[in-house]
C-alpha cells in the first residue's frame, strides 16, 4: 500500500464501508451504517459523521469494534474513531463529537451520555441472567404461563400473537419474559429479541418527540423480531404513549413479528388504556399466573436454597413457605438472610433464629389478624360472650378476658391504642393502655397465666 495513505480518505472510507457490508450483512449495514459519512482525518484520528445522535450512539455501542478493526487493517497507525453529528446542511452540531474507545469504556460512557445529552442508544433492557426457564419453578399457579411462554419460545412460527402475561406483583412475569428471550437467542442467534418496560418504552416515545426523531425512533421498534414489553399496565391515561404503542404492536403483528406482553391485570380490567389497545392485547393468548400456592413456595425454596449451596432446614423452609405468602420475591428476600446468616455464624438456622432474623416481615405478614378475630377467639377461650368485648361491664369476670385480647391486639396487630380503644366499645386509649401493663406484669408473676395468654397468641398468630 501507498506510504502516503496514513491517514484516511472519503475514497478509502467507501472501501472500509464496503468491507463493513460484507461483514454485518446487507440489513444491518443499511439500517445504521449507511449513513457513516467521511468527514475528516489526521494521522491516527479517522472522524465521520452521522445525521442524529441516535445513530450516533447505537453504532458506537454496537459496531465501534468492527468498524475499528477494518480502520486498522487498512492502516495500521490509526488509534481512534470520533462520530460527529452533522446536521443536513453539513453544520457539525456543537458537543456532539464522540471519540470511539474500546467497547468496554464505551459501556459506562453510554450510561453518562444517556443522562446528560443524548437520546438513548440501546433501547432495549439487558436480560438477568438468573431469569431463565431452568430456573422457574412449575406449579398449578404458574402452569398455563410456563407452557404458553415455552411455546412462544420454541415456536418456528408466531402461533398466537400477542402472548399476554398477568398476574400480581412477585409472581414471576419478568422472569418468564427475559427466559423466553434467552431462549430465543439460545435457539436462534439471529432474531432480534428486544425486552423493555412499558415504562422505558415511554421514556424513550417522551425523548424522541423532544429531539424530533420520531422517525428513527419508529424503525428501531419496528425492525424487531420479538417485542416484549414488561408492566404495560403503565401506559394505563397516558394517551400519546398508547397511541404510538398501538401502532408500533400494529406493524409488528401486520409483519408477523411476535409480541409478548406482561401487565398487573387481564386486559380488560387494564385501567385507563383505549378499548380499541385492549381488544388488541386480548386477541392472542392470555395466561394468567395465579398467587402460589403453600407446595409451589416450598417448591421455589428448596430449588433456590439448593443453588445457594447452602443448607437450610426443611422444616424452616416449610416455616417460611407458611409464613410468607404475599409473592416470591419478598419469600427469596427472607431466603437471602437466612442464608447470609448461615454463612456467616457457620451453622444451619433454626426456626427460632429465622424468627428472629426475619422479624420485620413476619410482622407485616402477622398484621392480617384482625381484632375482630382476636376478640372471637379470646371470648371463646374464656367463656364470655364476645358482646362483653365492647359492654360497660366491669366485673372481673369479663374485665380480664377484654383486657387479654386488648393486650394481644396491641402485640400482634399494628393498630394503635385509640384504634384499639375504639374497638372495644370507644375506650380511652388510656384504658387499653393500662391494660397492655396489667397483663404484662401479671404475665411476669403468674406462670400459668402466662401460659395461657402465650398459647392465646399462638393460636392467633398460626
Ligand atoms: P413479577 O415480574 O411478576 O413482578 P418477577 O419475575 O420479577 O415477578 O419475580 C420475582 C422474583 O421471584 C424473581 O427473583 C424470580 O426469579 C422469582 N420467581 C417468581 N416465580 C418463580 C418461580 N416459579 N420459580 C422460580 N423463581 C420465581
Ligand atoms: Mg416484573
Known amino acids: 500500500m501507498n506510504k502516503d495513505v496514513s491517514s484516511f480518505n472519503s475514497d478509502i472510507w467507501e472501501k472500509i464501508k464496503q468491507k463493513l457490508k460484507k461483514e454485518v450483512g446487507e440489513t444491518a449495514f443499511n439500517n445504521w451504517l449507511k449513513q457513516l459519512k467521511f468527514n475528516s482525518s489526521d494521522k491516527e484520528i479517522l472522524t465521520v459523521s452521522?445525521?442524529?445522535?441516535?445513530?450516533?450512539d447505537w453504532i458506537a455501542t454496537h459496531y465501534a469494534d468492527k468498524i475499528k478493526r477494518v480502520c486498522k487493517e487498512k492502516n495500521p497507525d490509526f488509534l481512534n474513531?470520533?462520530?460527529?453529528?452533522?446536521?443536513?446542511?453539513?453544520?457539525?452540531?456543537?458537543?456532539?463529537?464522540?471519540?470511539?474507545?474500546?467497547?468496554?469504556e464505551?459501556?459506562?460512557?453510554?450510561?453518562?451520555?444517556?443522562?446528560s445529552f443524548s437520546y438513548p442508544g440501546d433501547f432495549g433492557a439487558p436480560l438477568d441472567p438468573r431469569f431463565t426457564f431452568d430456573n422457574f419453578v412449575v406449579g398449578k399457579p404458574n402452569e398455563l404461563a410456563f407452557a404458553a411462554a415455552k411455546r412462544v419460545a420454541e415456536a418456528e412460527k408466531v402461533t398466537f400473537n400477542p402472548l399476554f402475561l398477568y398476574g400480581g406483583v412477585g409472581l414471576g412475569k419478568t422472569h418468564l419474559m427475559?427466559?423466553?428471550a434467552w431462549e430465543i437467542k439460545k435457539n436462534n442467534s439471529e432474531r432480534k429479541v428486544i425486552y423493555l418496560s412499558a415504562e422505558k418504552f415511554m421514556y424513550q416515545f417522551v425523548r424522541a418527540l423532544r429531539y424530533k426523531d420520531i422517525a428513527t425512533f419508529k424503525d428501531q421498534f419496528r425492525s424487531i423480531d420479538v417485542l416484549m414489553i414488561d408492566d404495560v399496565q403503565f401506559i394505563g391515561g397516558k394517551e400519546n404513549t398508547q397511541e404510538e404503542f398501538f401502532h408500533t404492536f400494529n406493524a409488528l403483528v401486520e409483519q408477523n413479528r411476535q409480541i409478548i406482553i406482561s401487565a398487573d391485570?387481564?386486559?380488560?380490567?387494564?385501567?385507563?388504556?383505549?378499548?380499541?389497545?385492549?381488544?388488541?392485547l386480548g386477541g392472542g393468548l392470555i395466561a394468567d399466573i395465579h398467587p402460589t400456592t403453600y407446595e409451589l413456595r416450598l417448591g421455589i425454596l428448596l430449588e433456590k436454597a439448593q443453588k445457594r449451596g447452602v443448607e437450610i432446614p426443611l422444616k424452616v423452609l416449610e416455616f417460611l413457605s407458611h409464613k410468607i405468602t404475599s409473592n416470591v420475591r419478598e419469600m427469596e428476600g427472607a431466603l437471602n438472610r437466612l442464608v447470609a446468616h448461615a454463612t456467616l455464624v457457620g451453622r444451619?438456622?433454626?426456626?427460632?433464629?429465622a424468627q428472629e432474623l426475619l422479624q420485620d416481615l413476619l410482622r407485616a405478614h402477622d398484621?392480617?389478624?384482625?381484632?375482630?378475630?382476636?376478640?372471637?377467639?379470646?371470648?371463646?377461650?374464656?367463656?364470655?360472650?364476645?358482646?362483653d368485648m365492647y359492654s360497660p361491664r366491669r366485673s372481673r369476670s369479663v374485665a380480664r378476658p377484654r383486657q387479654v385480647a386488648m393486650y394481644l391486639a396491641k402485640s400482634i396487630t399494628s393498630r394503635s391504642l385509640p384504634e384499639i380503644g375504639?374497638?372495644?366499645?370507644?375506650r380511652d386509649h388510656t384504658t387499653v393502655m393500662h391494660a397492655v401493663r396489667k397483663i404484662e406484669e401479671l404475665k411476669t408473676t403468674d406462670s400459668i397465666f402466662n401460659e395461657d395468654v402465650e398459647l392465646l397468641k399462638r393460636m392467633l398468630e398460626n
Open 50 to 56: 452521522v445525521p442524529t445522535k441516535f445513530l450516533r
Open 81 to 104: 474513531l470520533k462520530i460527529v453529528v452533522k446536521q443536513n446542511s453539513g453544520r457539525i452540531i456543537p458537543g456532539t463529537e464522540r471519540i470511539v474507545k474500546n467497547q468496554e
Open 106 to 115: 464505551n459501556k459506562s460512557l453510554d450510561i453518562r451520555s444517556q443522562q
Open 178 to 180: 427475559n427466559a423466553i
Open 265 to 280: 391485570k387481564s386486559p380488560s380490567d387494564l385501567e385507563g388504556l383505549e378499548e380499541r389497545l385492549k381488544s388488541r
Open 348 to 353: 444451619p438456622v433454626t426456626i427460632e433464629t
Open 367 to 387: 398484621k392480617k389478624v384482625t381484632i375482630e378475630e382476636i376478640q372471637k377467639k379470646v371470648a371463646e377461650h374464656y367463656n364470655i360472650r364476645l358482646t
Open 422 to 426: 375504639r374497638k372495644f366499645g370507644g
